[in-house]
């Protein structure tokens, strides 16, 4: 039996599974099917003024909490609001998953508009930073996240979701 659901509610059910509670972040056009996952979902998505905010606030959550914290953002300038969070985080050990939004990856039609690599700006202040090219990918690449933000030394992990990838259909 085939057993269809959107990569975004796939990505959501991952992050129930690491225990996921509380998301801070901003909502934006290219993360709005992993806000529809996370609506139907038990997580609490906190809206927050800047997305600065809600990457100290994520990082805040893991350092009390000993859990990874989860922030969310849109592409480009957006996700760059979280690097001077992700280096506080990461400088100060505290675990934290920045999950950012881009444009899609085929068939974009506004091209480069508010593209940045995000991927190579947080590389140097992250523990990781990987962009999720195929939706079958999420669940392990979700774990990996959280296992390497909590292990040894813990520290801030970048996931970027592209809106193409996000709306994909999986067979759980």
């Known amino acids: ?52 905010g809600a990457g100290f606030m994520a990082a805040t959550f893991g350092r009390l909490t000993g859990q990874p914290g989860v922030a969310l953002a849109t592409l480009g300038p957006g996700a760059l609001n979280f690097t001077t969070a992700a280096a506080y985080a990461n400088l100060g050990g505290m675990p934290v998953i920045f999950i950012t939004g881009q444009k899609a990856l085929k068939n974009n039609l506004q091209r480069l508009f508010q593209m940045v690599d995000a991927t190579a700006v947080f590389r ?18 979700v774990r990996h996240a959280f296992q390497i933000a909590a292990a040894e030394r813990p520290g801030a992990v970048l996931l970027e979701l592209p809106e193409d990838v996000a709306s994909e259909e999986v067979d759980i």
């Not at 991952?14 to 909502?27: K, N, S």
């Open 1 to 52: 039996m085939i057993n269809l659901m959107k990569a975004a509610e796939l990505f959501v059910k991952c992050l129930e599974a690491e225990g996921v509670t509380y998301i801070f972040g901003l909502p934006g056009e290219e993360n709005l099917d992993l806000l529809e996952a996370l609506r139907k979902s038990s997580i609490k998505f906190v809206v927050t003024r800047h997305e600065q």
């Open 124 to 141: 140097p202040i992250t523990k990781l930073a990987k962009q999720i090219t195929d939706a079958n990918s999420i669940p392990e690449l």
